[in-house]
Structure formats: structure tokens, C-alpha cells
């Protein structure tokens, strides 16, 4: 029953922005850690940002200044803004979400750790 479902890809140019959404079932505040992930063709699967429950958030070195992630407790969603998306963004980002049951440490962890994920939605930069 429980549902991650990404939305807001697509294609734009370099330096352009999108916003990514996902709809968790039971709203963000069901989850100790949610996030965002990205696997671009032949690469590992990278952690990109993550919040928990207070609203604390960390960012993979490579999108610091330029990404967003953020959360609506009312409406259900985790979000993504991405600014000044550059060529090497381009991939499959997938949500994520560790229940409230299995992780009780203040830092959100690996994706290991995530029991939850999305099908993904597509995001190209071109140059």
C-alpha cells in the first residue's frame, strides 16, 4: 500500500530549472528520511538530497547551491527544485523513503537504508 510516485521530468537546456514532485502515501510525515536519487547510463545510482523529519537537509556536493529539496506535510509531497541543471544532471531521479520504524538516528543514511522508491522520471540537460 505504500506508493512513491515521482513526477515532473522532462528535456531542457543547460542552465535552465525543473521542478520534480513525489507523492508519498501516508504524506512525508510517515517516513524518518526521505529523498531524492539519480542514476545516469552506465553509472552507480547516487544519493542527490535528503531531509528528515526536521526538516533537515543535506546535498551531494554536486548540486549544493543549485537544488532544493523540500517537503509539504499538507498536500503529501516531497519536492526537487533544480536550478542551472547542467548536462552531467542528466538521469533517472527516483524518490525514496525510510518508514518511521527502521531508522531513528538524527542523520539520514545511505540508500541502503531506504525501503521505499518510485519508478523514476527522466531528466535530460542538453548543452
Known amino acids: 500500500q505504500v506508493q512513491l510516485v515521482e513526477s515532473g521530468g522532462g528535456s531542457v537546456q543547460a542552465g535552465g530549472s525543473l521542478r520534480l514532485s513525489c507523492r508519498a502515501s501516508?504524506?512525508?510525515?510517515?517516513?524518518?528520511?526521505m529523498g531524492w536519487f539519480r542514476q545516469a547510463p552506465g553509472k552507480e545510482r547516487e544519493a542527490v538530497a535528503s531531509i528528515n523529519k526536521a526538516d533537515t537537509a543535506n546535498y551531494a556536493d554536486s548540486v549544493k547551491g543549485r537544488f532544493t529539496i523540500s517537503k509539504d506535510n499538507a498536500d503529501g509531497f516531497l519536492y526537487l527544485h533544480m536550478a542551472s541543471l547542467q548536462p552531467e544532471d542528466t538521469a533517472m531521479y527516483y524518490c525514496?523513503?525510510?518508514?518511521?520504524?527502521?531508522?531513528?538516528?538524527?542523520?539520514?543514511?545511505?540508500?541502503?537504508?531506504?525501503?521505499?522508491w518510485g519508478q523514476g522520471t527522466q531528466v535530460t540537460v542538453s548543452s
Open positions: 525514496a523513503a525510510i518508514p518511521s520504524s527502521l531508522w531513528y538516528g538524527l542523520n539520514c543514511p545511505g540508500q541502503q537504508f531506504y525501503a521505499y
Open positions: 501516508g504524506g512525508p510525515s510517515s517516513y524518518s528520511c
